[in-house]
């Protein structure tokens, strides 16, 4: 208890921000960037263009992507959350999927480290696959936090519903990884969605320190 109270103190006296100071920690620094296209002539707002920092992995997404990897596409794309936040998302169509998986990933990564195996899912398993990196993480605005990462998600349903004309009750399902379970079970909570998959969520975490 000394020590819970000790932590408080340099913290502002605030369990949000303990909490976020053990919760989150962003890969620094990022290693890609969502650069914005020129716009089209008549067309909508520019999307972006996923880069890497490292010229061997940007390479490597560029020999992937002129594979055409079973015709998926991938669009790079950023959104504006209630408390003004900008996110960064990757939206991996399939050619065949009925269902969009919306992943949520743990604490100690980002989207760019799961570039290729987020690719790799939609191809094997048939699906869209949407992944975005939570406040402060990659080149999203702000400050990572518990409030922020559930501000974060819903932004990202309402893009899926917008952009991509998903109906969360049959085809939405939520993939929460880690702490990412977390924005997962509240957006679960909230709306109605196809399905939740949870992959070592909190309480796996807190097994390894109290059985």
């Known amino acids: 208890s000394t020590a819970i ?11 949000s921000k303990l909490v976020s100071k053990f919760a989150f920690f962003p890969p620094q620094p ?42 998926t596409t991938l669009t790079a794309d950023k959104v504006v959350t209630r408390y003004g936040q900008t ?15 919306l992943w949520s990933h743990g604490n100690a990564m980002d989207i760019g480290e799961m570039y290729f195996f987020l690719v790799q899912l939609a191809v094997r398993l048939r699906v869209h ?16 936090s518990e409030e922020n990462c559930y ?18 009750e049959r085809e939405l399902v939520l993939y929460g990884q880690s702490v990412g379970s977390a924005p997962s079970l509240w957006l679960g909570a909230r ?21």
């Open 191 to 211: 709306r109605r969605v196809a399905g939740i998959v949870l992959h070592t969520p909190l309480l796996s975490g807190l097994r390894v320190l109290i059985p």
């Open 5 to 15: 109270a000790s932590l408080l103190c340099h913290n502002s006296c605030s369990i």
């Open 30 to 71: 990022p290693p890609y960037q969502l650069r914005a296209r020129p716009p089209a002539r008549h067309a909508a707002p520019p999307r972006h263009e996923f880069h890497f920092r490292e010229p061997p992995m940007q390479r490597a997404a560029d020999a992937l992507a002129q594979k055409h990897n079973h015709g």
């Open 87 to 101: 996110v960064a998302l990757l939206h991996v169509g399939h050619p065949d999927a009925t269902h969009t998986l």
């Open 151 to 168: 501000a974060d998600i819903a932004a990202v349903v309402d893009y899926l519903e917008r952009a991509h004309g998903v109906v969360p």
């Open 129 to 144: 696959v949407c992944a975005y990196d939570y406040s402060g993480y990659g080149p999203s605005s702000g400050s990572p």
